[in-house]
T-cell receptor, first 113, second 116 residues
Framework: AQRVTQPEKLLSVFKGAPVELKCNYSYSGSPELFWYVQYSRQRLQLLLRHISRESIKGFTADLNKGETSFHLKKPFAQEEDSAMYYCALSGPVWNSGNTPLVFGKGTRLSVIA | DSGVTQTPKHLITATGQRVTLRCSPRSGDLSVYWYQQSLDQGLQFLIHYYNGEERAKGNILERFSAQQFPDLHSELNLSSLELGDSALYFC???????????????FGSGTRLTVV
């Protein structure tokens, strides 16, 4: 079964501190992994996807197939990073874009000044 | 503007009523997905349409139905509404992700449904 687990509902860090938002997934095959950000229950915006390996707003994520994880990291948190972050998968990777995204329950990041 | 348009933005209605939410996908996208976002359940996938045909069903109640029209816009119909149906309903559209493409899935701004 496809499943995305984000173990932390809420993560609070101080401004300038490193951030790591955890994401583990369950999928038999090769999914594509995504991180989306949502500010104040507005529309979801793509932050990054593992295939493109781009860094947006200073965030990066590495796919670890052995640990089935796709943790989101940023070396120095900023106040404007405060938002809900959702990890998601679609699959299989060769058919990405043609299957629904499966989301984790999200982690609320709060950056304290 | 993401290119995905959802109307209305807000909807307040009474229990037992029926409402229709509308989604126009990004130009060129053949797939439309509907999601329900509630405070306690997160983002729940409801249904997927591709070029007018239903492709996949998620946690969609029998009181809910959807369709995608020849012009590719989609409607989500919610009937016999209950208080628990109050949520944000998002539509997303997508196309096959190819190398170099930045974003395959695009979300609309959502419809906030309040059932009173």
């Amino acid at each position: 079964a496809q499943r995305v687990t984000q173990p932390e509902k809420l993560l609070s860090v101080f401004k300038g501190a490193p951030v790591e938002l955890k994401c583990n997934y369950s999928y038999s095959g090769s999914p594509e992994l995504f991180w989306y950000v949502q500010y104040s229950r507005q529309r979801l915006q793509l932050l990054l996807r593992h295939i493109s390996r781009e860094s947006i707003k200073g965030f990066t994520a590495d796919l670890n197939k052995g640990e089935t994880s796709f943790h989101l990291k940023k070396p120095f948190a900023q106040e404007e990073d405060s938002a809900m972050y959702y990890c998601a998968l679609s699959g299989p990777v060769w058919n990405s874009g043609n299957t629904p995204l499966v989301f984790g329950k999200g982690t609320r990041l709060s950056v304290i000044a | 503007d993401s290119g995905v348009t959802q109307t209305p933005k807000h909807l307040i209605t009474a229990t037992g009523q029926r409402v229709t939410l509308r989604c126009s996908p990004r130009s060129g996208d053949l797939s439309v997905y509907w999601y329900q976002q509630s405070l306690d359940q997160g983002l729940q996938f409801l249904i997927h349409y591709y070029n007018g045909e239903e492709r996949a069903k998620g946690n969609i109640l029998e009181r809910f139905s959807a369709q995608q029209f020849p012009d590719l816009h989609s409607e989500l119909n919610l009937s016999s509404l209950e208080l628990g149906d109050s949520a944000l309903y998002f539509c997303a559209s997508s196309r096959q992700i190819t190398q170099g493409m930045v974003e395959g899935y695009t979300f609309g701004s959502g419809t906030r449904l309040t059932v009173v």
